[in-house]
């Protein structure tokens, strides 16, 4: 069975979810437009909304987008809709990167990356991940130092499984050497005149003016360890060049909870698999109360990047450090109106 298409408050319901979704700096790189017949959903990369010198080969920009696109599957889901999903159909046009179809009804087998056997009341993903949408930020705070269950572990690495993405939960050695060179990216990155003016272009003053639809509010940023062991971004430069108040130091936790996300191959769609597989474990994080930081510092290098990688594991290509735990919630960060990224047909 065929459903009707998508009607305009279908397509702003599933936009607006769609840009909830987390992007490097915040700079929300996405445009969505229906498809064609008007039963499915296209994803747009936004190059002008890009940030060259962090994310030199655009992996992060397709990594925003699969997050987006994960947040649109979950939303038709609540619409009562599903289908399959096609990465990168047209190689003449590189600035669509995906195509949502949405023609039939919820629970129509075949679905890419519909996890087998989940409970048809939970969704298509086994849980109603919907809510946690709207609730879903970054935490720059301190965790405390409860473990995350083991079976809370076993469903983010089944969930990214789903998505084509290795999920990989850090022993002891592994969140030493991810510390060390996060730190060394951290450092070069603060001694780079030309990366620190690009970062300041994104940050967002709290008070005057008319009110931010994109980047990084001082609110957010989050404090500094204060025994320098977590190594934080710090997104507004370090004294004497800081910009914006400053937030006194706060003591993190002794040894952070980290994991890695990592594919077999390193293009474009293995970027987008990536987004959607982030942002899928970090809507069930969210259900479960668990706070998630994005370390994106080691990537933006080449060689750091490789170092991340744990030998003993073979061949792959980690894409993103992800700090998990038990924390405050992070703050929410301005999203652009739906009229900027939606196009709509005119009548």
């Known amino acids: 069975m065929t459903q009707s298409a998508l009607t305009p408050a279908d397509l702003r319901l599933l936009a607006a979810a769609g840009g909830a979704a987390p992007s490097l700096h915040n700079s929300q790189p996405w445009r969505f437009r229906p498809t064609p017949d008007g039963g499915g959903v296209e994803v747009l990369a936004d190059p002008d909304r890009s940030v060259p010198l962090a994310d030199a080969n655009g992996a992060a920009l397709h990594i925003a987008a699969g997050a987006a696109l994960f ?33 039939a009804p919820a629970g129509t087998p075949g679905r890419e990356g519909a996890g087998a056997g989940a409970a048809p009341a939970a969704g298509p993903f086994g849980r109603d991940l919907y809510p946690a949408i709207a609730e ?27 998505e084509g993405v290795v999920l990989a939960v850090l022993e002891e050695a592994g969140v030493r050497r ?5 730190a060394e990216a951290e450092d070069r990155i603060a001694h780079d005149p ?26 957010v940023l989050g404090p500094q360890d204060h025994d320098a062991r977590v190594p934080m971004r710090e997104f507004a430069g370090r004294p004497p060049h ?3 108040p400053v937030q006194p130091s706060e003591r993190f936790e002794a040894l952070p909870q980290l994991c890695t996300l990592s594919t077999a191959g390193d293009g474009p769609a293995d970027w987008l698999r990536t987004g959607q597989a982030l942002e899928r474990i970090w809507l069930l994080l969210t259900v479960h109360g668990l706070r998630l930081t994005v ?29 998990v735990g038990y924390g405050p919630p992070g703050a929410a960060t301005p999203r652009r109106p739906l009229e900027d990224v939606l196009d709509l047909p005119t009548a």
Request: charged share 25%.
């Open 71 to 103: 947040n649109l599957r979950v939303a038709a889901a609540r619409l009562g809709r599903s289908g399959p999903v096609r990465l990168l159909p047209d190689p003449a046009d590189p600035r669509l990167l995906a195509v949502l179809d949405l023609s």
């Open 136 to 162: 879903r930020h970054s935490s720059r705070r301190p965790f405390t130092n409860r473990d995350v269950p083991e079976a809370v572990v076993a469903e983010l690495i089944a969930a990214a499984q789903d």
């Open 178 to 182: 991810v510390l060390e060179v996060t």
């Open 194 to 219: 030309e990366r620190q003016a690009e970062t300041r272009t994104w940050l967002r003053p709290d008070a005057g003016g008319a009110a931010a639809s994109d980047g990084l509010p001082y609110a």
């Open 242 to 244: 800081h910009e914006g």
């Open 295 to 323: 370390w994106h510092q080691a990537v933006e290098w080449p060689d750091l990047r490789w170092r991340l990688r744990d030998p003993a594991e073979g061949p792959g290509h980690v894409q993103l450090v992800l700090r």
